[in-house]
């Protein structure tokens, strides 16, 4: 019998603080990564794995757990309170679903202001946009910022450019003290979990006293909007998008599979202006707005993205529940404040 397997359980930290500093110190090829492992709780009865190659640094920030991990499959993963946030391999498929069709939906997007992203690509995909004048991101946990910008070389043109407005702060006192308006306004936030960073964002209130009077007229509100899958879209999902329904006159959900998040994921989209736009002007749109080529999206996946499956479909027109600060839903999993 092999070497039995090292097991990281990134939430909580249960074995991971005492093990890191052991596997900062071996080689990437050294035959103990071979065996090492990260555990991610998706719920209590199913976990998801990955083999490592190497645990590449941790912090434990004010706010949550921070570690980059070097993975076999997915490159450089960037999980935050034991939640996989980005993979390097995989990381365009959610970033241009995030931010390409609210910016491609707008007539002449100038303007965004992006809640969270501190990893820089959300970011990144605005600022492929010609027309864009300045991108506000606004992430709450300067550790995590300056962790992105050392070890996420594919960002390091984001951060440094200077249409870029880099801001250290709470989301929700930003737009507030803001007095300028702006085109699009991005939700790329850590889910909403119990005693988490950021889950009043998703609530009713937010959207409605905060973030709305923000936009202008014309204005695109995008979030993330939590797993989408034929059996997690009722965690978050249909929440987020029902809340957001309470507050915008059109409101579109879209998903798509996300190979490291082992998931069907979601976005919300709302305006008070429709937001209707064929495949073929997308495309055309692309083309005429966008320096670089796209990976994943184009107008006729983006049109398909929005049909949903029966079982999902019901789930969205049946749902009641709408976020408040007292009755939010969460994702299985705890913030910072549950080990305080």
Same mark, same amino acid.
């Given at each position: 019998m092999g070497e039995a397997p090292e097991v990281f359980y990134i939430n909580g930290f249960s074995k991971f603080e005492h093990e890191i500093e052991t596997q900062q110190n071996h080689h990437v090829n050294d035959q103990n990564h071979d065996s090492s492992w990260y555990e991610e709780i998706i719920d209590e009865d199913l976990k998801w794995s990955f083999k490592l190659n190497s645990v590449l640094h941790k912090a434990i920030s004010e706010y949550q757990d921070i570690a980059l991990l070097d993975t076999k499959r997915f490159g450089k993963a960037l999980v935050l309170d034991g939640k996989m946030q980005s993979a390097e391999t995989d990381e365009f498929i959610y970033h241009e679903c995030l931010i390409h069709p609210p910016l491609l939906c707008h007539p002449n997007p100038k303007t965004v202001f992006i809640m969270g992203g501190g990893e820089g690509s959300a970011a990144r995909e605005a600022l492929k946009h010609r027309s864009m004048v300045r991108v506000v991101m606004c992430d709450i946990d300067k550790e995590v910022v300056d962790f992105c910008r050392k070890y996420l070389i594919a960002n390091k043109e984001a951060f440094s450019h200077k249409k870029l407005d880099? %801001?250290?702060?709470?989301?929700?006192?930003?737009? @507030?003290?803001?007095?300028?308006?702006?085109?699009?306004?991005?939700?790329?936030?850590?889910?909403?979990? @119990?005693?988490?960073?950021?889950?009043?964002?998703?609530?009713?209130?937010?959207?409605?006293?905060?973030?709305?009077?923000?936009?202008?007229?014309?204005?695109?509100? %995008?979030?993330?909007?939590?797993?989408?899958?034929?059996?997690?879209?009722?965690?978050?999902? *249909?929440?987020?998008?029902?809340? %957001?329904?309470?507050?915008?006159?059109?409101?579109?959900?879209?998903?798509?599979?996300?190979?490291?998040?082992?998931?069907? $994921?979601? $976005?919300?989209?709302?305006?008070?202006?429709?937001?209707?736009?064929?495949?073929?002007?997308?495309?055309?749109?692309? @083309?005429?707005?966008?320096?670089?080529?796209?990976?994943?999206?184009?107008?006729? $996946?983006?049109?398909?993205?929005? *049909?949903?499956?029966? *079982? %999902?479909?019901?789930s969205l027109q049946n749902e009641t529940h709408v976020y408040t600060e007292e009755n939010a839903r969460f994702i299985p999993g705890h913030g910072m404040a549950f080990h305080l």
């Open positions: 880099l %801001v250290i702060n709470d989301a929700k006192a930003e737009l @507030e003290k803001r007095k300028e308006k702006f085109d699009i306004i991005v939700g790329d936030l850590a889910d909403p979990l @119990e005693d988490g960073p950021c889950y009043q964002l998703y609530t009713k209130s937010f959207y409605e006293k905060i973030l709305k009077p923000k936009l202008n007229d014309n204005g695109i509100f %995008v979030t993330q909007a939590g797993p989408a899958g034929i059996f997690t879209h009722k965690e978050v999902f *249909t929440s987020i998008y029902n809340t %957001v329904k309470q507050v915008f006159k059109y409101v579109i959900a879209y998903t798509t599979h996300v190979p490291s998040f082992a998931d069907t $994921w979601g $976005w919300v989209m709302a305006s008070d202006q429709p937001l209707s736009i064929c495949a073929d002007e997308m495309d055309r749109r692309i @083309e005429a707005r966008i320096d670089g080529e796209l990976l994943y999206l184009n107008g006729a $996946w983006f049109h398909s993205s929005t *049909t949903m499956n029966k *079982t %999902v479909y019901q």
